[in-house]
């Protein structure tokens, strides 16, 4: 079935929200799954991931400040969708490069979004994230609107679903691409998927019916039940006019 972009925005930012996700979470989380869904990327998988899970994600920043003993960090948020990118950017503005390792990661391919938010912030970023498939890379200049999908390793998964975060302040070496040798395939380069949003903008989001029922079946539970002391209280727009 077809969806508008906001439709599913907003059905997906209420499934979130009954599922126990805080605002910011739900918010940053919808938006990214919305997202990749119009890529292509089958964003409502990654979102399924989230719904009913309260795990934590753990992550680390390097390099190590000589002045601060840093361990790893547990966050009841979602530290590989935005998060770890912030982190990465305040490493690198210190030393040159940042790097933001996230294990336990609940829905590793929602970095992707993440990587998208920082592709006009004029610094460099390089993504790599595991999960059932494989590992995966992506990449950003700073100047493009849209991030470079490099493609997945099917050879190179891992046992957990992991995020690695790269910012570079100039040109350095980073630890999230792929090597030369790496047999990458499926590439999707930032024109391509420029193409799929405003595609996705004209004509809708192909969403399979029955993710849109589990999404309404988590909605439910932040609904106001039908009741006549519901309805008294502005419940339901009964008062609207309509």
Not at 133 to 146: K, Q
Not at 220 to 237: C, D, F, I, M, N
Request: glycine letters at 10%; a negative charge.
């Amino acid at each position: 079935m077809k969806m508008a972009i906001n439709e599913l925005n907003s059905l997906c930012r209420s499934a979130l929200e009954g599922s126990g996700w805080t605002q910011g979470d739900y918010e940053d989380a919808a938006d990214a799954a919305v997202w990749l869904q119009a890529m292509g990327l089958d964003g409502m998988d990654a979102i399924s991931g989230l719904l009913g899970v309260a795990r934590q994600e753990r992550y680390i920043v390097e390099p190590l400040l000589a002045d601060k003993r840093e361990r790893p960090t547990f966050c009841a948020g979602l530290a590989g969708c935005l998060l770890a990118f912030e982190l990465a950017w305040a490493r690198a503005t210190k030393s040159g490069t940042g790097t933001v390792r996230v294990s336990n990661a609940l829905s590793p391919r929602l970095a992707l979004y993440g990587l998208k938010s920082m592709c006009a912030r004029g610094r460099r970023f390089d993504l790599s994230w595991t999960d059932r498939v494989g590992r995966h890379f992506a990449t950003t200049s700073g100047h493009d609107e849209n991030p470079g999908y490099l493609g997945f390793n099917a050879h190179a998964g891992a046992t957990s679903p992991e995020i690695i975060v790269c910012c570079m302040r100039d040109g350095v070496a980073s630890r999230a691409k792929p090597a030369a040798d790496q047999n990458v395939a499926g590439a999707i380069d930032a024109a391509e998927l420029d193409a799929r949003y405003r595609d996705a903008l004209w004509r809708g989001i192909e969403v399979d019916a029955s993710h849109v029922d589990r999404l309404i079946a988590w909605k439910s539970k932040v609904l106001v039940p039908a009741t006549q002391a519901s309805r008294e209280h502005g419940a339901g727009g009964a008062d609207d006019g309509f």
